[in-house]
């Protein structure tokens, strides 16, 4: 039986010849973000400084041509096509990358917990466009519309690792799910509005090679290099189609195979590793990197591989490239006496801000509790003032709009005001949530919401004097050995101990959906020996694991299927979900011993020493005699 990593683990592995690398997710940390951030502005401000020097040779440099030839053949552009064109291409490849990631295994995955966040970038996308036509109606400058549709994520992330560090981690899952949706409208806009007259021949050979990449892909080809191969044929192809050839990335991003990371794949390049540490030799390395590649989806090793050059060479060179805009006073009049660079600015800024605050507003009275664990109003706002940024798209889809140098110029100089004033518009609102954050009694210390008997999950003595609180995950290899442990504890205090069991995936899709199970089995009352038996399979990852936990834990499977497919106990687990978020937790397991939070080592002594430290005092409804006589027995000792 083949074994499935849970996600958790699937996100944390990405295996390179002699070592164990973290997935694309996690090198995607704040600390990057801000650092990409910085990157892109700082060749925004060069190539805005480089355009105004005098005598710039700024426009001469990118009209460059490069050629490359093949005997009779030869294939060129200007140096500022080679980055729109080919570099942009792979730029699309990443996001569609990322995009197929999240709806296969990410956040995406959750339709229920994804709605919000889509249903405001589509508003996103509609309410923008239709202010920008409303101000430049009957204008030449009405087929820009698509400029101001999209959010600039790069930018929009790197602000926020800077300056929300003590917003709630659910607010960057939703505006990673809001960007990702955000990205699939913004493709299909141009691909459906921005595209060249058509030539049928090379269309059908970009429609061949596409297909002979689904071949691969169906035939489980896992080198990359084979499916590199193809796509420069797709990308050559689209360009001499008339299809802007960026769209060669996408076509290409969505065949590529993608799956989780098997447990027996990681067994098999375990013993390949061990075979070249005990011979080192070629074939030997040959076979372990050969192993390590396999076990990693082509889509992730290439969503890998291309993160860096993305973050920190394509974009900052689109910027350099596209930025330059030449500033002086007649210029700015004119652009901010045109219609076209205030509909830029109203679309961006207003457009995109009301666009997401109202849908979430809508959502949130429809439905409370729809924004997600720990997230108000407030914290939607001051992401939906970031989104105004637009910047690298914006610019993409302004070179693609407008042919007229002033008008292309008016654009730009409209993009770099409206992303300008939505990054100071969302700095000051963040500022002003961090420090309402600080003066807020900090509830992370102490458990938010008591033991309530008609809602949790109890095991022990409904009344025993002491308590364990854990919250956790299915999906958590931390949270299966501290199961273990707790059962150590439930041996030790007997009924002297009750132990509650709380939900929190902490933004995994598959672990939501373990626990959605687990409440499935607590309507049959079987919910502890369902966790006892996914504690006991980790990693479970899959349908099937699941079924099969259900199975030993002795439910029946079809009631357990129906209920299960139907979904209904996602408001029990959203409960849990919610008081994790208020109370700020960030991982998971967390501990509470008599409401207070536990943050000392986990092995079973020192969680012993810490639940003796409150017994003496929690002797309400409890028997003193036997207390009594427990220490008795101690002193004894």
């Not at 030449?326 to 509909?343: C, K, M, N, Q």
């Not at 300008?420 to 963040?430: E, P, R």
């Not at 002003?432 to 095991?459: F, M, N, Y």
């Not at 099969?548 to 002795?554: K, W």
Request: net charge neutral; glycine share 8%; hydrophobic share 50%.
């Amino acid at each position: 039986m083949t074994r499935t990593l849970s996600p958790l683990e699937h996100r944390r592995i990405t295996f390179r010849l002699g070592s164990v690398l973290p997935s694309a997710n996690t090198n995607r940390g704040p600390s990057n973000e801000v650092a990409a951030a910085v990157v892109l502005m700082a060749a925004t401000v060069v190539a805005l400084v480089w355009a105004n020097l005098p005598e710039s040779n700024y426009h001469e440099v990118w009209t460059t041509q490069f050629e490359l030839n093949f005997g009779s053949v030869s294939f060129g552009m200007d140096l500022h096509h080679w980055i729109n064109d080919a570099l942009m291409a792979l730029f699309f490849a990443f996001l569609t990358l990322e995009v197929r990631r999240e709806i296969e295994m990410g956040e995406l995955r959750d339709r229920r917990r994804a709605a919000v966040p889509v249903a405001a970038a589509a508003v996103g996308l509609a309410l923008p466009a239709a202010l920008f036509l409303l101000v430049n109606m009957g204008t030449e400058a009405a087929s820009g519309w698509g400029v101001v549709v999209s959010t600039d994520t790069a930018f929009v992330l790197g602000i926020l690792a800077l300056v929300g560090r003590r917003m709630p981690p659910q607010l960057r899952v939703f505006l990673v799910t809001l960007a990702v949706a955000d990205d699939i409208g913004a493709l299909a806009i141009i691909a459906l509005f921005y595209t060249d007259d058509l030539e049928v021949v090379p269309i059908l050979v970009a429609v061949a090679a596409l297909m002979f990449i689904a071949l691969l892909r169906r035939l489980g080809v896992w080198r990359g290099a084979v499916y590199l191969a193809a796509a420069v044929v797709v990308w050559v192809a689209l360009y001499e189609s008339g299809i802007h050839a960026t769209l060669a990335g996408v076509a290409i991003a969505l065949l590529l195979p993608i799956f989780p990371t098997s447990a027996d794949h990681v067994d098999r390049a375990r013993r390949l590793m061990s075979a070249f540490a005990q011979s080192p030799s070629p074939d030997f390395a040959r076979q372990a990197e050969d192993g390590l590649q396999r076990a990693v989806s082509v889509n992730e090793r290439a969503h890998r591989r291309l993160l860096p050059y993305v973050s920190f060479v394509i974009l900052p060179l689109f910027a350099l490239a596209n930025a330059g805009v030449h500033i002086s006073g007649p210029v700015l009049r004119d652009a901010f006496t045109s219609r076209l660079t205030w509909g830029i600015i109203i679309g961006l800024v207003v457009g995109k801000t009301a666009a997401i605050v109202l849908t979430a507003a809508v959502a949130r009275r429809l439905r409370p509790g729809s924004l997600g664990p720990g997230l108000h109003l407030s914290h939607i706002g001051a992401i939906a003032t970031l989104s105004g940024i637009g910047f690298t798209l914006a610019l993409f889809v302004a070179d693609l709009a407008f042919a007229d140098s002033t008008t292309l110029g008016q654009a730009q100089i409209g993009i770099l005001s409206a992303s300008l004033i939505a990054a100071v518009i969302g700095t000051v609102f963040f500022r002003v949530l961090d420090r309402l954050e600080r003066a807020r009694p900090h509830l992370g210390t102490h458990l938010a919401e008591p033991v309530d008997q008609s809602r949790d999950h109890i095991r022990g003595n409904v009344n025993a004097p002491l308590t364990l609180v854990v919250y956790g995950s299915f999906a958590c290899g931390f949270c299966a050995s501290t199961n273990a442990t707790v059962e150590e504890l439930r041996n030790h205090f007997g009924d002297r101990l009750r132990v509650v069991f709380r939900h929190f995936p902490a933004g995994k899709a598959f672990a939501r959906d373990l626990s959605l199970a687990s409440e499935v089995a607590a309507q049959q009352g079987r919910f502890w020996e369902f966790s006892d038996a996914v504690f006991a399979d980790q990693p479970i990852g899959n349908q099937a694991q699941i079924m099969q936990a259900a199975s030993r834990a002795g439910l029946n499977l079809r009631l357990f299927r129906e209920s299960y497919a139907g979904r209904g106990q996602l408001d029990r687990l959203e409960l849990d979900e919610n008081d994790a978020a208020a109370m700020g937790l960030a991982g998971t397991p967390a501990i509470f011993i008599q409401d207070v939070l536990y943050d000392g080592p986990r092995d079973t002594d020192s969680l012993i020493n810490a639940l003796d430290a409150h017994d003496v005092t929690s002797l309400v409804g409890y028997d003193t005699r036997r207390h009594n006589a427990r220490l008795e027995s101690i002193d004894a000792r």
